[in-house]
C-alpha cells in the first residue's frame, strides 16, 4: 500500500493501558519508535491478510531517528491507529524492506 493512501485512513495514533507498555516489555520497543516508522520515509505498509479474521491488520516495515529497523503491526479504528504490536524485524523482513527500496517500489 501506497504509504500517502495509509495516512488518507487515519488521523491519530491510539494508545491505552492494553497496548501501551506491551512493547516495551516484550520488545524493548517504546511507543513513540512505532508511530515514528510511519513518518520516516520510505516505509512499507502492506495489508496482513493472515492476522485479519476478526478485523482488517495492517503491518509497517521501517526504521526511527536512530535507524532501528522496526516491524509495527496495527489495526485501524474509528480513524486511529491501534498498534498491535512493535518489535525489530527479523532478518527476513529487513531484506524484504531492502529489496523494495531497491527496486523503487512505494516504500
Not at 12 to 30: A, Y
Not at 41 to 46: A, G, N, R, S
Not at 69 to 92: A, E, H, P, S
Amino acid at each position: 500500500m501506497n504509504p500517502f493512501e495509509f495516512f488518507d485512513l487515519f488521523d491519530t495514533f491510539e494508545w491505552d493501558d492494553g497496548n501501551l507498555q506491551k512493547n516495551i516489555v516484550l520488545h524493548d520497543v517504546s511507543p513513540f519508535e512505532c508511530e515514528e516508522i510511519f513518518f520516516n520515509f520510505p516505509v512499507l505498509i502492506k495489508f496482513d491478510q493472515k492476522h485479519s479474521q476478526a478485523e482488517k491488520r495492517y503491518f509497517a516495515l521501517g526504521r526511527t531517528d536512530r535507524n532501528r529497523f522496526l516491524f509495527v503491526g496495527v489495526v485501524l479504528r474509528n480513524r486511529k491507529v491501534r498498534v498491535i504490536t512493535g518489535r525489530d524485524m527479523n532478518k527476513k523482513e529487513v531484506r524484504i524492506y531492502e529489496d523494495s527500496k531497491k527496486r523503487n517500489s512505494p516504500v
